[in-house]
């Protein structure tokens, strides 16, 4: 077996750069898994020149089952082991896209994708291990019914499916915390807070000010990151940390009446690549 290796997808975004390099700095042997290889490269050299530990850049796109599942067994292929699976890839898009799956495109990245990822990889995850989710205060905005998979182009609201998104990951988060107990392995979310990167970008006529009002304000992503390293590192599951303090997945969540449905279709959707 090879050694550990802490894996974060979206390694080359703002909070995943920063998660990235603190782990790195710290001795963890890393794998980055990016969408773009070609972007995020310099960053995975950069850290090998600067820290003592290993970090590997993987190609993993979350809006195709395929890569998802090739990145899987490449990973199985390898034998490494996993001593944290760090889910923080994630989209928010102002215009209506779908996955091959006609999944629409928020929806399939940060939630199904993303699940599918976490299911191929927890046999690989050592005991004692982490998984980390990433939610988003959006999750109290967020709908889980019968009409999660119901975004059209024309109903579509880039709220509406992100805070679906965060809201279905957090009670993924509380579920896999109870399933995977039994298998030593911790399972928590982290929320980073308002942070200031691309995503908060609101395409609008009020960015300019929103800027000038609110970045100096809001989070840096290496303040975002704190929440996600915390949680990587603790010996609790089924907990929401934001920055070093953590609580319960409310049980609203933890039972919600809608969960096993969504877990239903999801995997009706997944099937063919577990
Ligand atoms: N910023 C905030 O205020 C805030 C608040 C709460 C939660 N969050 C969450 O924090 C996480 C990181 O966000 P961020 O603010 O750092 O945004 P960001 O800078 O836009 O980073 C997002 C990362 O996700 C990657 N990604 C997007 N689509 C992907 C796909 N199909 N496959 C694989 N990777 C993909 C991006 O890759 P590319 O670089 O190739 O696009 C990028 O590395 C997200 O889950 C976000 O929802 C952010």
């Not at 960053?43 to 970090?55: G, P, Q």
């Not at 599942?69 to 390898?78: S, V």
């Not at 109870?178 to 979310?189: D, F, K, P, R």
């Amino acid at each position: 077996m090879s050694k550990s290796y802490t894996i974060v997808t979206g390694a080359g975004g703002s909070i995943g750069q920063a998660i990235t390099r603190a782990l790195a700095r710290e001795g963890h042997n890393v794998i980055m898994a990016c969408r773009n290889i070609a972007k995020d490269s310099p960053l995975c050299d950069r850290l090998n020149d600067e820290c003592n530990s290993k970090v590997r850049i993987m190609q993993l796109d979350l809006s195709s089952l395929d890569s998802v599942a090739r990145f899987a067994q490449d990973i199985h292929r390898e034998d490494i082991e996993i001593d944290t699976l760090i889910n923080n890839a994630g989209v928010m898009l102002k215009h209506y896209q779908a996955t091959q799956q006609g999944v629409e495109m928020t929806v399939g990245v940060n939630f199904v994708g993303t699940y599918l990822l976490t299911r191929l990889l927890v046999p690989t995850i050592r005991q004692g291990g982490h998984i980390t989710f990433t939610t988003s205060l959006t999750r109290y905005i967020g709908k889980v019914d019968h009409d999660f998979f119901n975004l059209t182009p024309d109903n579509y609201g880039r709220f509406k499916a992100y805070s679906r998104s965060k809201l279905a990951t957090t009670l993924l988060t509380a579920h896999l915390a109870q399933e995977l107990t039994s298998q030593g392995i911790h399972v928590n979310a982290g929320d980073p807070g308002v942070v200031d990167t691309g995503m908060i970008h609101m395409d609008a006529w009020f960015d300019p000010l929103a800027d000038r009002l609110f970045r100096p304000i809001i989070s840096t992503p290496e303040q975002g990151a704190i929440s996600a390293l915390c949680a990587s590192n603790s010996n609790v599951s089924g907990q929401i940390f934001d920055k070093t303090r953590h609580h319960d997945i409310p049980s609203k969540w933890r039972n919600h009446p809608h969960w096993q449905w969504l877990l239903d279709e999801t995997h009706r959707i997944i099937t063919p690549w577990l």
